[in-house]
């Protein structure tokens, strides 16, 4: 499920080997969440990794990302990750208007038309990845 936020590049790193089949690029983006700025680092990966080359800290950007998550067993107890994989970076004012309020704050997806969210947070949406379930009528399930 893809998300867009629109925010200020606070900080941007170097790229990273993590090992000889996998690279990775961070950087943060200060995103404005009602009174308090939100800090909140994404990464970019393999050849993604050049995406944020033709920005500069203090640019104003969209940014669509990929929520990913995933389990590891360390020494019999679980432990979990949480990633933001961002796949596409563009400036703020392409695409439409900035987000209502001045500057950053979450995007609307691009889609123009969507079912309510279910997500209780109004700033963050999700765009729609397929089509609505088929109504109880067309299934046979006993429930």
């Keep these: 499920?893809?998300?867009?936020?629109?925010?200020?590049?606070?900080e941007i790193f170097d790229e990273q080997q993590v090992?000889?089949?996998?690279?990775k690029?961070?950087?943060?983006?200060?995103?404005?969440d009602g009174q308090y700025p939100q800090q909140i680092k994404f990464q970019l990966t393999q050849d993604k990794s050049n995406l944020i080359d033709p920005y500069k800290m203090g640019d104003e950007v969209k940014v669509t990302?990929?929520?990913r998550g995933r389990g590891f067993n360390k020494n019999g107890q679980m432990l979990y990750f949480t990633n933001l994989e961002?796949?596409?970076?563009?400036?703020?004012?392409?695409g439409g208007a900035p987000a209502?309020?001045?500057?950053?704050?979450?995007a609307q997806p691009q889609a123009a038309a969507r079912p309510a969210a279910?997500?209780?947070n109004p700033n963050l949406r999700a765009q729609?990845?397929?089509?609505?379930?088929?109504?109880?009528?067309?299934n046979d399930l006993p429930f």
């Design 1 to 10: 499920m893809a998300y867009d936020v629109t925010g200020r590049l606070h």
């Design 19 to 23: 090992s000889e089949k996998f690279r």
């Design 25 to 32: 690029r961070e950087f943060v983006l200060e995103v404005q």
């Design 65 to 67: 990302f990929d929520l």
């Design 86 to 94: 961002a796949w596409r970076i563009e400036p703020a004012s392409a």
């Design 100 to 106: 209502a309020g001045g500057g950053g704050g979450y």
């Design 118 to 120: 279910q997500n209780q």
């Design 128 to 138: 729609p990845s397929a089509a609505p379930i088929a109504s109880d009528d067309d």
